[in-house]
């Protein structure tokens, strides 16, 4: 495969992500109080382990965050996890044990669950996706269109799921839009010039431009991928001259993509081509059978439902627990 975007792996930075989140959730759940129901009905030495177990087929992702949630909760209990990230669950699989305060246990549930079966749920869909490009060349990819606050654990799952990250945010790669050419078009001394050529060599020019003073204190890559989108084979036939990194199809059918990966395997440009806009999962066998590289699909991180999760409760008396 050629230079690709940033592809996460679980690290402090997805931890803190975690440990932010669950805050939030301490604010939405207790506010400066107290779980009122379990605090009365609870006796405070009751003791349990609570198994959390799917309840539907999928794959695992965040298997740490309850670790995470439960020290950050200052809960007096300890997370035991049985599955790893990526891995395949069926229904009925227990996923890991919860043993400690009963109190805490019940308390911590929601957001513990919450987190799991968020993650759980994209990696899960994913799969569904890659699953169709088996036997393609074609990679499934992630979006920008993340719920807020969630996007570096959104895309994580969507590793943990067989997918692929496409960039971080708007720092991390250049994505020149149709947006963008029509400004430069509108402010252009010669409207009439190509003016995707253009900006890839101005985006080019600027990159190789700065200086190594600030390269080196705001940790600029100079060498990020160069992406253009293109709405029509025409638009692509002056994208190729351009020789960007890589040549985003905006809403082409399956016709079309054939065709445009043929123009681009006829020119000297080695640009990869992703498809993108309207793809689901009933269209994307389709679509990687046309010979692109890469299909992005928003729906993996916008649409994706939650794993159904639950607590299976084993209250004990055991000193072990």
């Keep these: 495969m050629a230079k690709d975007f940033t592809q996460l792996q679980w690290d402090a930075k997805l931890e803190n992500d975690v440990k932010t989140l669950v805050q939030l959730a301490i604010q939405e759940d207790l506010g400066r109080q107290q779980d009122w129901t379990t605090v009365i009905l609870v006796p405070r030495e009751s003791r349990c382990r609570a198994a959390v177990v799917t309840r539907q087929d999928g794959v695992l992702a965040g298997v740490d965050s309850p670790r995470i949630a439960l020290s950050e909760i200052g809960a007096d209990a ?48 994913t799969w569904k996706y890659c699953d169709q490009t088996v036997g393609t060349g074609a990679n499934i990819y992630d979006t920008r269109k993340t719920t807020a606050g969630w996007r570096w654990l959104e895309k994580y799952a969507v590793r943990c799921g067989g997918g692929r990250n496409h960039r971080m945010g708007l720092n991390a790669a250049i994505m020149i839009k149709d947006n963008h050419l029509a400004l430069m078009r509108s402010q252009a001394d010669e409207p009439s010039l190509p003016m995707t050529r253009q900006a890839v060599r101005t985006v080019r020019s600027f990159l190789k431009g700065i200086p190594a003073e600030e390269v080196e204190a705001h940790g600029i890559d100079t060498s990020m991928l160069i992406e253009v989108e293109v709405d029509s084979l025409e638009q692509l036939e002056s994208v190729l001259e351009a ?79």
């Design 243 to 321: 020789s960007p990194d890589i040549i985003l199809l905006d809403n082409m059918d399956p016709s079309q993509l054939r065709q445009a990966v043929s123009m681009r395997n006829r020119s000297t440009c080695a640009a990869e081509l992703e498809a993108s806009g309207g793809v689901s999962l009933t269209s994307t066998k389709e679509i990687a059978a046309t010979g692109v590289e890469r299909i992005s699909v928003g729906a993996l991180t916008h649409s994706a439902p939650i794993l159904d999760l639950g607590l299976d409760w084993e209250l004990e008396s055991d000193s072990e627990i």
């Design 78 to 125: 300890q997370w035991q996890p049985l599955c790893k990230d990526g891995q395949s669950i069926s229904a009925g699989s227990t996923v890991g044990n919860l043993v400690g305060s009963a109190r805490d246990i019940l308390t911590a549930e929601r957001t513990v669950l919450n987190i799991l079966c968020r993650l759980s749920g994209v990696a899960s869909l």
